[in-house]
């Protein structure tokens, strides 16, 4: 063998070495690509079933909370409903701090007018 072969047969070499490369880094981008698909679908089903478990235990708690707001609720309104009512001596009340306040009103006017 002489030099020119012996190049010509490491080339082969190296073509063949490059096809072996490149066969192996498109094996491992379709790995890579099965990998990521895989790992998508999981993350998504899992992440559909963790917020299906919070929708509910969000709207289990709200419900909760609105049932005891409205108790409450309807316990005041009750004991608003049982006092008794004083309607007259309201009335009186108003219409006195009504009244006092027009008297004074009118006394500043003559105050003033007096001035």
Known sequence: MDDTDILQHLLEIEGQATVLVDDAQAEADRRIKEAEEKNRIAFDESYQKLTAELETEYRTLTDAV???Y?????????SLDSMPRQNENFSALAFSL????????NQANECERRS
């Open 66 to 68: 609105k049932n005891e």
């Open 98 to 105: 009504l009244m006092e306040e027009k008297c004074l009103s």
């Open 70 to 78: 409205n108790k409450i609720l309807d316990e005041y309104r009750e």
